[in-house]
Protein backbone atom coordinates (compact mmCIF):
# COMPACT_ATOMS: atom_id res chain seq x y z
CA UNK A 1 0.00 0.00 0.00
CA UNK A 2 2.74 2.23 0.52
CA UNK A 3 4.59 1.17 -2.41
CA UNK A 4 1.36 2.65 -4.06
CA UNK A 5 1.56 6.33 -2.37
CA UNK A 6 4.67 6.59 -3.11
CA UNK A 7 4.53 5.79 -6.49
CA UNK A 8 0.97 8.13 -7.12
CA UNK A 9 3.28 10.96 -5.13
CA UNK A 10 6.02 10.74 -7.84
CA UNK A 11 3.31 10.32 -10.88
CA UNK A 12 2.17 13.82 -9.11
CA UNK A 13 5.60 15.20 -9.04
CA UNK A 14 7.25 14.57 -12.32
CA UNK A 15 3.75 15.26 -14.69
CA UNK A 16 1.60 17.86 -12.76
CA UNK A 17 4.11 19.84 -11.23
CA UNK A 18 7.18 19.91 -13.42
CA UNK A 19 5.40 19.20 -16.82
CA UNK A 20 2.78 21.63 -16.37
CA UNK A 21 4.63 24.01 -14.48
CA UNK A 22 1.40 24.83 -12.52
CA UNK A 23 0.29 23.98 -8.95
CA UNK A 24 -2.42 21.96 -9.91
CA UNK A 25 -4.09 21.43 -6.37
CA UNK A 26 -5.83 24.99 -5.71
CA UNK A 27 -9.30 25.53 -3.86
CA UNK A 28 -11.86 23.31 -6.05
CA UNK A 29 -15.23 24.65 -5.74
CA UNK A 30 -18.40 22.90 -6.12
CA UNK A 31 -21.21 23.73 -8.64
CA UNK A 32 -24.23 21.85 -8.28
CA UNK A 33 -22.82 17.95 -8.46
CA UNK A 34 -20.10 19.01 -10.88
CA UNK A 35 -16.32 19.29 -9.00
CA UNK A 36 -13.91 21.73 -10.57
CA UNK A 37 -10.56 21.48 -10.29
CA UNK A 38 -8.88 24.92 -10.72
CA UNK A 39 -5.81 23.60 -12.73
CA UNK A 40 -5.87 19.78 -13.01
CA UNK A 41 -8.61 18.61 -14.56
CA UNK A 42 -8.49 14.69 -13.85
CA UNK A 43 -11.79 13.20 -15.48
CA UNK A 44 -11.93 9.73 -15.41
CA UNK A 45 -15.41 9.52 -15.80
CA UNK A 46 -16.74 9.24 -12.71
CA UNK A 47 -14.04 10.29 -10.65
CA UNK A 48 -13.07 13.50 -9.03
CA UNK A 49 -9.57 14.80 -7.13
CA UNK A 50 -10.24 16.61 -4.06
CA UNK A 51 -8.20 19.76 -2.99
CA UNK A 52 -6.77 17.93 -0.32
CA UNK A 53 -3.69 15.56 -1.56
CA UNK A 54 -4.57 12.98 1.66
CA UNK A 55 -8.07 12.37 -0.10
CA UNK A 56 -6.60 12.59 -3.26
CA UNK A 57 -4.42 9.45 -2.86
CA UNK A 58 -7.23 8.22 -1.23
CA UNK A 59 -9.04 8.18 -3.82
CA UNK A 60 -6.30 7.10 -6.26
CA UNK A 61 -5.75 4.12 -4.18
CA UNK A 62 -9.67 3.62 -4.66
CA UNK A 63 -9.46 3.31 -8.01
CA UNK A 64 -6.37 1.42 -8.19
CA UNK A 65 -7.55 -1.45 -6.01
CA UNK A 66 -9.62 -2.47 -9.34
CA UNK A 67 -8.09 -2.82 -12.14
CA UNK A 68 -11.02 -2.29 -14.62
CA UNK A 69 -11.21 1.34 -12.96
CA UNK A 70 -7.63 1.99 -12.77
CA UNK A 71 -7.25 0.55 -16.36
CA UNK A 72 -9.61 3.08 -17.52
CA UNK A 73 -9.30 6.69 -15.39
CA UNK A 74 -5.41 6.50 -17.18
CA UNK A 75 -7.12 6.85 -20.53
CA UNK A 76 -9.21 9.83 -18.92
CA UNK A 77 -6.41 12.11 -17.41
CA UNK A 78 -5.81 15.42 -19.21
CA UNK A 79 -4.26 18.45 -17.97
CA UNK A 80 -5.04 22.05 -18.57
CA UNK A 81 -7.69 24.13 -19.79
CA UNK A 82 -8.11 22.86 -22.83
CA UNK A 83 -10.05 19.88 -21.67
CA UNK A 84 -13.55 19.91 -20.75
CA UNK A 85 -15.59 18.84 -17.13
CA UNK A 86 -16.72 15.60 -18.88
CA UNK A 87 -17.67 13.56 -16.47
CA UNK A 88 -20.37 12.85 -13.68
CA UNK A 89 -19.52 13.00 -9.98
CA UNK A 90 -19.78 10.14 -8.38
CA UNK A 91 -17.55 9.35 -4.79
CA UNK A 92 -15.24 6.43 -5.58
CA UNK A 93 -17.93 4.13 -3.00
CA UNK A 94 -20.47 5.05 -5.44
CA UNK A 95 -19.05 3.98 -8.27
CA UNK A 96 -17.27 0.68 -6.99
CA UNK A 97 -21.10 -0.52 -5.93
CA UNK A 98 -22.87 0.65 -9.16
CA UNK A 99 -21.95 -2.95 -10.78
CA UNK A 100 -20.91 -0.27 -14.25
CA UNK A 101 -17.16 -1.09 -15.15
CA UNK A 102 -16.22 3.24 -16.54
CA UNK A 103 -15.69 2.49 -20.55
CA UNK A 104 -18.55 0.25 -20.62
CA UNK A 105 -22.05 1.35 -21.76
CA UNK A 106 -24.88 1.02 -19.54
CA UNK A 107 -27.43 -0.78 -20.26
CA UNK A 108 -30.05 0.90 -21.77
CA UNK A 109 -28.48 3.71 -22.40
CA UNK A 110 -30.62 7.09 -24.17
CA UNK A 111 -28.62 9.34 -26.05
CA UNK A 112 -28.79 12.43 -27.74
CA UNK A 113 -27.67 15.23 -28.75
CA UNK A 114 -28.49 18.82 -27.09
CA UNK A 115 -28.64 22.18 -29.03
CA UNK A 116 -28.85 25.93 -26.95
CA UNK A 117 -30.46 28.20 -28.77
CA UNK A 118 -28.99 32.03 -27.94
CA UNK A 119 -31.27 34.40 -29.19
CA UNK A 120 -30.13 37.64 -28.95
CA UNK A 121 -28.10 39.53 -31.88
CA UNK A 122 -26.29 42.73 -32.20
CA UNK A 123 -27.84 43.77 -35.21
CA UNK A 124 -29.92 42.02 -38.12
CA UNK A 125 -28.32 40.48 -41.04
CA UNK A 126 -29.99 41.94 -44.24
CA UNK A 127 -30.51 38.10 -45.50
CA UNK A 128 -31.60 36.53 -42.19
CA UNK A 129 -34.70 35.74 -40.89
CA UNK A 130 -33.85 33.11 -38.14
CA UNK A 131 -35.80 33.62 -34.83
CA UNK A 132 -33.24 36.27 -33.26
CA UNK A 133 -34.25 39.69 -30.99
CA UNK A 134 -31.70 42.75 -31.09
CA UNK A 135 -31.96 43.98 -27.46
CA UNK A 136 -30.71 47.14 -25.81
CA UNK A 137 -29.36 45.08 -22.70
CA UNK A 138 -29.54 41.68 -22.10
CA UNK A 139 -30.39 40.07 -18.13
CA UNK A 140 -27.54 37.73 -18.81
CA UNK A 141 -27.85 36.34 -15.01
CA UNK A 142 -31.51 35.82 -16.21
CA UNK A 143 -30.45 33.92 -19.06
CA UNK A 144 -28.27 32.06 -18.22
CA UNK A 145 -30.63 30.15 -15.16
CA UNK A 146 -33.48 29.58 -17.09
CA UNK A 147 -31.35 27.88 -19.72
CA UNK A 148 -30.15 25.82 -16.93
CA UNK A 149 -33.01 24.98 -15.85
CA UNK A 150 -34.78 24.34 -19.43
CA UNK A 151 -31.56 21.83 -19.55
CA UNK A 152 -32.07 20.02 -16.81
CA UNK A 153 -36.04 19.87 -17.19
CA UNK A 154 -35.68 18.41 -20.58
CA UNK A 155 -33.10 15.95 -19.73
CA UNK A 156 -34.79 14.69 -16.49
CA UNK A 157 -38.12 14.09 -18.76
CA UNK A 158 -36.30 12.49 -21.85
CA UNK A 159 -34.59 10.20 -18.69
CA UNK A 160 -30.88 10.94 -20.73
CA UNK A 161 -27.78 8.89 -20.06
CA UNK A 162 -25.62 10.16 -22.55
CA UNK A 163 -25.68 14.07 -24.39
CA UNK A 164 -23.29 13.08 -27.14
CA UNK A 165 -22.72 16.32 -28.43
CA UNK A 166 -23.70 20.04 -27.61
CA UNK A 167 -23.80 22.89 -30.17
CA UNK A 168 -24.42 26.30 -29.26
CA UNK A 169 -26.20 28.18 -31.79
CA UNK A 170 -28.19 31.42 -32.03
CA UNK A 171 -28.57 34.26 -33.17
CA UNK A 172 -25.03 35.08 -31.92
CA UNK A 173 -24.18 32.35 -29.01
CA UNK A 174 -20.63 34.00 -28.32
CA UNK A 175 -22.57 37.17 -27.55
CA UNK A 176 -23.70 35.06 -23.93
CA UNK A 177 -21.02 34.95 -20.86
CA UNK A 178 -18.69 32.20 -21.09
CA UNK A 179 -19.99 31.64 -17.35
CA UNK A 180 -23.52 30.83 -19.28
CA UNK A 181 -21.89 27.75 -21.53
CA UNK A 182 -19.95 26.42 -18.41
CA UNK A 183 -23.08 26.68 -16.64
CA UNK A 184 -24.89 24.61 -19.08
CA UNK A 185 -22.55 22.32 -19.85
CA UNK A 186 -22.09 21.99 -15.89
CA UNK A 187 -26.10 21.03 -15.66
CA UNK A 188 -25.84 18.68 -18.45
CA UNK A 189 -23.39 17.02 -16.43
CA UNK A 190 -25.39 16.66 -13.37
CA UNK A 191 -27.82 14.74 -14.77
CA UNK A 192 -26.02 13.07 -17.74
CA UNK A 193 -22.71 12.17 -18.94
CA UNK A 194 -20.61 13.68 -21.74
CA UNK A 195 -18.00 11.48 -23.74
CA UNK A 196 -14.53 12.62 -22.64
CA UNK A 197 -14.41 13.24 -26.46
CA UNK A 198 -17.48 14.97 -27.41
CA UNK A 199 -18.02 17.63 -29.47
CA UNK A 200 -18.77 21.25 -27.85
CA UNK A 201 -19.49 23.91 -30.78
CA UNK A 202 -19.95 27.88 -30.35
CA UNK A 203 -21.42 29.56 -33.20
CA UNK A 204 -19.02 32.66 -33.07
CA UNK A 205 -19.22 35.87 -35.19
CA UNK A 206 -15.49 37.47 -35.57
CA UNK A 207 -15.62 40.81 -34.25
CA UNK A 208 -13.45 42.16 -32.22
CA UNK A 209 -14.98 41.56 -28.61
CA UNK A 210 -15.67 37.95 -29.72
CA UNK A 211 -12.27 37.47 -30.57
CA UNK A 212 -10.85 38.33 -26.77
CA UNK A 213 -13.05 36.39 -25.07
CA UNK A 214 -12.14 32.82 -27.29
CA UNK A 215 -10.06 31.96 -24.47
CA UNK A 216 -12.77 32.35 -21.68
CA UNK A 217 -15.07 30.22 -24.41
CA UNK A 218 -12.43 27.52 -24.60
CA UNK A 219 -11.82 27.28 -20.57
CA UNK A 220 -15.67 26.94 -20.23
CA UNK A 221 -15.74 24.01 -22.25
CA UNK A 222 -16.19 25.11 -25.94
CA UNK A 223 -14.13 22.62 -27.99
CA UNK A 224 -14.78 23.63 -31.45
CA UNK A 225 -15.31 26.84 -33.52
CA UNK A 226 -17.97 27.59 -35.97
CA UNK A 227 -17.03 30.67 -37.43
CA UNK A 228 -20.13 32.64 -39.07
CA UNK A 229 -17.48 34.54 -41.68
CA UNK A 230 -19.74 34.80 -44.84
CA UNK A 231 -17.25 36.60 -46.99
CA UNK A 232 -14.17 38.42 -46.91
CA UNK A 233 -15.02 41.43 -48.61
CA UNK A 234 -15.98 44.21 -46.95
CA UNK A 235 -18.50 45.25 -49.60
CA UNK A 236 -20.19 42.75 -49.62
CA UNK A 237 -20.00 42.16 -45.75
CA UNK A 238 -22.05 45.45 -45.78
CA UNK A 239 -24.22 44.54 -48.50
CA UNK A 240 -24.88 41.54 -46.02
CA UNK A 241 -25.43 43.24 -42.71
CA UNK A 242 -22.69 41.82 -40.56
CA UNK A 243 -20.99 44.09 -38.22
CA UNK A 244 -17.39 42.65 -38.90
CA UNK A 245 -14.81 43.71 -41.23
CA UNK A 246 -12.74 41.55 -43.58
CA UNK A 247 -9.74 42.11 -41.17
CA UNK A 248 -11.39 41.19 -38.51
CA UNK A 249 -12.61 37.84 -39.70
CA UNK A 250 -8.70 37.02 -41.00
CA UNK A 251 -7.93 37.82 -37.48
CA UNK A 252 -10.48 35.10 -35.87
CA UNK A 253 -9.11 32.99 -38.12
CA UNK A 254 -6.17 33.25 -37.30
CA UNK A 255 -6.77 33.03 -33.36
CA UNK A 256 -9.47 30.23 -33.75
CA UNK A 257 -6.30 27.92 -35.63
CA UNK A 258 -4.35 28.25 -32.36
CA UNK A 259 -6.62 27.65 -29.83
CA UNK A 260 -9.15 24.91 -31.71
CA UNK A 261 -6.33 22.96 -33.65
CA UNK A 262 -8.15 21.06 -36.41
CA UNK A 263 -11.32 22.10 -34.92
CA UNK A 264 -12.86 25.48 -36.29
CA UNK A 265 -15.30 25.42 -39.13
CA UNK A 266 -16.12 28.17 -41.26
CA UNK A 267 -19.88 29.54 -42.66
CA UNK A 268 -19.45 31.74 -46.12
CA UNK A 269 -22.21 32.27 -48.84
CA UNK A 270 -21.72 32.36 -52.53
CA UNK A 271 -24.64 33.72 -54.79
CA UNK A 272 -24.38 37.07 -53.72
CA UNK A 273 -25.54 40.24 -54.96
CA UNK A 274 -22.99 41.21 -57.78
CA UNK A 275 -20.63 38.39 -57.32
CA UNK A 276 -19.40 36.16 -60.30
CA UNK A 277 -17.97 32.90 -60.71
CA UNK A 278 -14.57 34.68 -60.98
CA UNK A 279 -14.61 36.78 -58.19
CA UNK A 280 -16.44 33.91 -56.16
CA UNK A 281 -13.26 31.26 -57.29
CA UNK A 282 -10.95 33.52 -56.41
CA UNK A 283 -12.26 34.40 -52.56
CA UNK A 284 -12.77 30.61 -52.21
CA UNK A 285 -9.35 30.21 -53.07
CA UNK A 286 -8.14 33.06 -50.95
CA UNK A 287 -10.06 31.62 -48.08
CA UNK A 288 -8.94 27.82 -48.37
CA UNK A 289 -5.44 29.09 -47.80
CA UNK A 290 -6.24 30.99 -44.26
CA UNK A 291 -8.90 28.48 -42.63
CA UNK A 292 -8.47 25.00 -40.95
CA UNK A 293 -10.17 21.54 -42.06
CA UNK A 294 -14.38 22.10 -41.97
CA UNK A 295 -16.04 24.43 -44.69
CA UNK A 296 -20.11 25.31 -44.80
CA UNK A 297 -20.96 26.66 -47.83
CA UNK A 298 -24.65 28.33 -48.34
CA UNK A 299 -26.11 30.15 -51.12
CA UNK A 300 -27.82 33.21 -50.44
CA UNK A 301 -31.85 33.17 -50.66
CA UNK A 302 -34.20 35.88 -50.56
CA UNK A 303 -36.29 35.11 -47.69
CA UNK A 304 -39.81 37.15 -46.98
CA UNK A 305 -39.43 39.93 -44.42
CA UNK A 306 -36.15 40.55 -44.63
CA UNK A 307 -34.04 43.53 -46.08
CA UNK A 308 -33.02 42.05 -48.51
CA UNK A 309 -36.18 40.65 -50.16
CA UNK A 310 -37.36 44.25 -49.93
CA UNK A 311 -34.10 45.77 -51.75
CA UNK A 312 -34.29 43.00 -54.44
CA UNK A 313 -37.88 43.74 -54.88
CA UNK A 314 -37.41 47.53 -55.04
CA UNK A 315 -34.84 47.24 -57.69
CA UNK A 316 -31.90 48.59 -54.89
CA UNK A 317 -30.05 44.81 -55.41
CA UNK A 318 -29.86 41.95 -57.82
CA UNK A 319 -29.20 38.63 -57.48
CA UNK A 320 -27.34 35.84 -59.43
CA UNK A 321 -29.37 34.37 -61.95
CA UNK A 322 -29.60 30.33 -60.80
CA UNK A 323 -27.89 29.06 -63.60
CA UNK A 324 -24.55 31.16 -62.67
CA UNK A 325 -25.24 29.99 -59.04
CA UNK A 326 -25.26 26.22 -59.96
CA UNK A 327 -22.04 26.79 -61.83
CA UNK A 328 -20.69 28.60 -58.44
CA UNK A 329 -21.77 25.55 -56.55
CA UNK A 330 -20.26 23.11 -58.79
CA UNK A 331 -16.82 24.92 -59.10
CA UNK A 332 -16.52 25.49 -55.38
CA UNK A 333 -17.20 21.33 -55.00
CA UNK A 334 -14.15 20.95 -57.39
CA UNK A 335 -12.03 23.82 -55.52
CA UNK A 336 -12.66 22.51 -52.61
CA UNK A 337 -11.83 18.26 -53.83
CA UNK A 338 -8.51 19.54 -55.13
CA UNK A 339 -7.80 21.47 -51.77
CA UNK A 340 -8.18 18.12 -49.88
CA UNK A 341 -11.48 18.65 -48.66
CA UNK A 342 -14.36 15.94 -48.81
CA UNK A 343 -17.72 16.36 -49.25
CA UNK A 344 -19.74 14.62 -46.98
CA UNK A 345 -22.88 16.44 -46.88
CA UNK A 346 -24.79 18.62 -49.44
CA UNK A 347 -23.08 22.05 -47.65
CA UNK A 348 -20.50 20.85 -45.64
CA UNK A 349 -16.82 19.53 -46.56
CA UNK A 350 -13.79 18.07 -44.75
CA UNK A 351 -10.34 17.46 -44.75
CA UNK A 352 -8.50 15.28 -41.97
CA UNK A 353 -12.08 13.96 -40.72
CA UNK A 354 -13.04 16.75 -39.13
CA UNK A 355 -16.63 16.81 -39.86
CA UNK A 356 -19.20 17.86 -37.25
CA UNK A 357 -20.53 14.85 -35.32
CA UNK A 358 -23.15 17.35 -34.01
CA UNK A 359 -24.66 17.82 -37.57
CA UNK A 360 -24.37 13.93 -38.62
CA UNK A 361 -26.58 13.21 -35.42
CA UNK A 362 -29.43 15.36 -37.70
CA UNK A 363 -28.74 13.73 -40.92
CA UNK A 364 -28.94 10.06 -39.20
CA UNK A 365 -32.12 10.79 -37.78
CA UNK A 366 -30.59 10.54 -34.13
CA UNK A 367 -32.46 12.08 -30.97
CA UNK A 368 -31.35 15.63 -30.18
CA UNK A 369 -32.97 18.35 -27.20
CA UNK A 370 -33.48 21.94 -28.24
CA UNK A 371 -32.95 24.32 -25.45
CA UNK A 372 -33.88 28.03 -25.47
CA UNK A 373 -36.39 30.42 -27.40
CA UNK A 374 -37.53 28.85 -30.81
CA UNK A 375 -35.55 25.85 -30.62
CA UNK A 376 -36.37 22.28 -32.29
CA UNK A 377 -36.25 19.05 -30.91
CA UNK A 378 -36.74 15.36 -31.46
CA UNK A 379 -36.61 12.77 -28.54
CA UNK A 380 -38.12 10.25 -26.78
CA UNK A 381 -40.77 10.33 -23.99
CA UNK A 382 -41.76 7.50 -21.78
CA UNK A 383 -45.96 7.22 -22.25
CA UNK A 384 -48.15 4.58 -21.20
CA UNK A 385 -45.25 2.36 -20.41
CA UNK A 386 -43.67 2.90 -24.30
CA UNK A 387 -41.06 5.58 -25.46
CA UNK A 388 -42.90 7.56 -27.68
CA UNK A 389 -40.68 9.73 -30.22
CA UNK A 390 -41.86 13.53 -30.21
CA UNK A 391 -41.36 16.61 -32.25
CA UNK A 392 -40.83 19.60 -30.17
CA UNK A 393 -40.48 23.26 -30.58
CA UNK A 394 -39.90 25.83 -27.73
CA UNK A 395 -41.53 29.18 -27.00
CA UNK A 396 -40.57 32.23 -30.10
CA UNK A 397 -39.94 34.79 -28.20
CA UNK A 398 -37.29 34.99 -25.26
CA UNK A 399 -39.56 36.88 -22.72
CA UNK A 400 -42.53 34.51 -22.85
CA UNK A 401 -40.10 31.64 -23.24
CA UNK A 402 -38.16 32.75 -19.97
CA UNK A 403 -42.00 33.17 -18.30
CA UNK A 404 -42.82 29.57 -19.15
CA UNK A 405 -39.74 27.84 -18.17
CA UNK A 406 -39.85 29.83 -14.51
CA UNK A 407 -43.40 28.74 -14.30
CA UNK A 408 -43.50 25.47 -15.77
CA UNK A 409 -39.58 23.88 -16.01
CA UNK A 410 -39.34 24.22 -19.68
CA UNK A 411 -40.75 26.50 -22.70
CA UNK A 412 -42.45 24.04 -25.15
CA UNK A 413 -44.61 25.78 -27.38
CA UNK A 414 -45.61 22.56 -29.52
CA UNK A 415 -45.57 18.47 -29.34
CA UNK A 416 -46.15 16.45 -32.13
CA UNK A 417 -46.06 12.22 -31.32
CA UNK A 418 -43.73 10.91 -34.25
CA UNK A 419 -45.35 8.06 -36.19
CA UNK A 420 -43.28 5.09 -38.41
CA UNK A 421 -44.21 7.33 -41.34
CA UNK A 422 -42.81 10.59 -39.75
CA UNK A 423 -39.79 9.47 -38.93
CA UNK A 424 -39.15 7.23 -42.29
CA UNK A 425 -39.73 10.52 -44.28
CA UNK A 426 -37.18 12.62 -41.71
CA UNK A 427 -34.48 9.97 -42.27
CA UNK A 428 -35.06 9.87 -46.13
CA UNK A 429 -34.80 13.52 -46.55
CA UNK A 430 -32.13 14.04 -44.26
CA UNK A 431 -30.24 11.19 -45.48
CA UNK A 432 -29.57 11.95 -48.48
CA UNK A 433 -28.15 14.97 -48.23
CA UNK A 434 -25.25 12.93 -46.66
CA UNK A 435 -22.61 11.94 -49.45
CA UNK A 436 -22.71 7.93 -47.93
CA UNK A 437 -26.18 8.15 -47.73
CA UNK A 438 -28.56 6.02 -46.18
CA UNK A 439 -27.02 2.31 -45.04
CA UNK A 440 -29.12 -0.67 -45.35
CA UNK A 441 -28.50 -1.67 -41.86
CA UNK A 442 -29.30 2.31 -40.51
CA UNK A 443 -32.77 2.05 -42.48
CA UNK A 444 -33.43 -1.45 -41.21
CA UNK A 445 -33.26 -0.06 -37.88
CA UNK A 446 -36.18 2.41 -38.35
CA UNK A 447 -37.89 0.18 -40.68
CA UNK A 448 -37.74 -3.62 -39.38
CA UNK A 449 -40.16 -4.48 -42.32
CA UNK A 450 -39.90 -2.93 -45.42
CA UNK A 451 -36.28 -2.57 -47.04
CA UNK A 452 -35.07 -0.09 -49.35
CA UNK A 453 -35.51 -2.03 -51.94
CA UNK A 454 -39.04 -2.82 -51.38
CA UNK A 455 -39.53 1.14 -51.31
CA UNK A 456 -38.17 1.89 -54.11
CA UNK A 457 -37.35 -0.40 -56.77
CA UNK A 458 -40.97 -1.37 -58.57
CA UNK A 459 -41.08 2.62 -59.12
CA UNK A 460 -40.81 4.00 -62.68
CA UNK A 461 -39.46 7.20 -61.95
CA UNK A 462 -37.37 5.87 -59.31
CA UNK A 463 -35.75 3.95 -62.04
CA UNK A 464 -35.32 6.81 -64.28
CA UNK A 465 -33.27 8.87 -61.92
CA UNK A 466 -30.89 5.67 -61.21
CA UNK A 467 -30.30 5.23 -64.98
CA UNK A 468 -29.51 9.10 -65.44
CA UNK A 469 -27.09 9.02 -63.16
CA UNK A 470 -28.91 10.76 -59.63
CA UNK A 471 -29.43 8.08 -57.54
CA UNK A 472 -28.06 4.95 -56.63
CA UNK A 473 -28.93 1.87 -54.92
CA UNK A 474 -26.89 -1.12 -54.16
CA UNK A 475 -25.78 -3.29 -51.54
CA UNK A 476 -24.22 -0.35 -49.88
CA UNK A 477 -27.65 1.27 -49.46
CA UNK A 478 -29.67 4.34 -51.22
CA UNK A 479 -27.47 7.74 -51.82
CA UNK A 480 -26.96 10.32 -54.38
CA UNK A 481 -24.18 10.49 -56.76
CA UNK A 482 -21.75 13.76 -57.65
CA UNK A 483 -24.49 15.55 -60.21
CA UNK A 484 -27.25 13.85 -58.08
CA UNK A 485 -26.43 16.11 -54.85
CA UNK A 486 -26.86 18.81 -56.48
CA UNK A 487 -30.25 18.15 -57.51
CA UNK A 488 -31.40 17.14 -54.49
CA UNK A 489 -34.07 19.75 -53.81
CA UNK A 490 -35.73 18.43 -56.89
CA UNK A 491 -35.42 14.61 -56.60
CA UNK A 492 -36.83 14.30 -53.10
CA UNK A 493 -40.33 14.62 -54.01
CA UNK A 494 -41.00 11.83 -56.83
CA UNK A 495 -38.72 9.54 -53.21
CA UNK A 496 -41.31 10.80 -50.56
CA UNK A 497 -44.21 9.93 -52.91
CA UNK A 498 -43.33 6.67 -53.47
CA UNK A 499 -42.22 5.80 -49.51
CA UNK A 500 -45.86 7.08 -49.13
CA UNK A 501 -47.40 4.83 -51.30
CA UNK A 502 -45.13 1.98 -50.15
CA UNK A 503 -45.65 2.61 -46.31
CA UNK A 504 -49.49 2.42 -47.09
CA UNK A 505 -49.16 -0.94 -48.57
CA UNK A 506 -47.43 -2.62 -45.96
CA UNK A 507 -49.43 -1.35 -43.01
Not at 129 to 143: L, S, T
Not at 316 to 340: D, F
Not at 375 to 388: E, I, N, V
Not at 499 to 504: E, G, I, K
Request: proline letters at 3%.
Amino acid sequence: MQNYIELFSIFLRRYCFEETGRQPFKQSTVQGSVIAVAQLQFAPCGYYLPSDLTSTLRCFLTMFLNFNIWKNCMRYIRFGSAVRRSFIVKSPAETLNSGWNLGEELPGMSEAALYVHWPYCERRCTYCNFNKYIARAVDQEAMRYVMTKETETLIQLSELKCVTSVFFGGGTPSLAEPQTIAAILDTILKWAHIPYNAEITLEANPTSSTISRLTEFKNAGVNRLSIGLQSIQDKDLKILGRNHTANEALHMLAEAKKLFPGHSSVDVIFGRSGQTLELWEKELQELLQLCDNHVSLYQLTLERGTQLYKQVQNGQLSMAEPEIVATMYEAARLILREAGFYQYEVSNFAKNNAVSHHNINYWQGGQYIGVGPGAHGRFSLRKDGKMQREARIQTLEPDIWMKEVLQFGHGTRKRVAQNKLDILEEALVLGLRMTNGISHQHWQKMSPTVRLQEVFSMCPEFKDLTEQGFLILDQRGLRCSWKGLALLDSILPTLLIQLQVSFTDSV
